[in-house]
Nanobody, 126 residues
Framework: PLVESGGGSVQAGGSRRLSCTAS????????MAWFRQGPGTVREGVAV????????TYANSAKGRFTISKDDAKHTIYLLMNNLKEDDTATYYC???????????????????????WGQGTQVTV
């Protein structure tokens, strides 16, 4: 139900936009997030966008360089990555699920276990 695209090779300092299209029942009012997993590392949350009001939250590694957005008409979310660094090399995954409660959001949105729907991943090499 989640299909990513847009990965590829890019030079350091360059930009790349990833897309993730979801089926309607998954897209809904859920939280949709981008994760990444580099060689020998754990999968980490990069950014999340809330379904109802499009509020966004970013990991420190993404702040100021990455932008998550969504197009409700297309059931698609995007991750625009600017000023890419070698450390950004990873497989990027799209994930979706019901948003955590407000009380728990700050400590759960970036956890792999908070999402039940996953895409197959798209590789970004810097």
């Amino acid at each position: 139900p989640l299909v990513e695209s847009g990965g590829g090779s890019v030079q350091a300092g360059g930009s790349r936009r990833l897309s993730c299209t979801a089926s309607g029942d998954v897209y809904g009012n859920n939280c949709m997030a981008w994760f990444r997993q580099g060689p020998g590392t754990v999968r980490e949350g990069v950014a999340v966008i809330e379904g109802a009001d499009h509020t966004t939250t970013y990991a420190n590694s993404a702040k100021g360089r990455f932008t998550i957005s969504k197009d409700d008409a297309k059931h698609t979310i995007y991750l625009l990555m600017n000023n890419l660094k070698e450390d950004d090399t990873a497989t990027y995954y799209c994930a979706a699920d019901v948003c955590p409660s407000a009380a728990k959001f700050g400590t759960t949105w970036y956890r792999r276990t908070s999402y039940g729907y996953w895409g197959q991943g798209t590789q970004v090499t810097v």
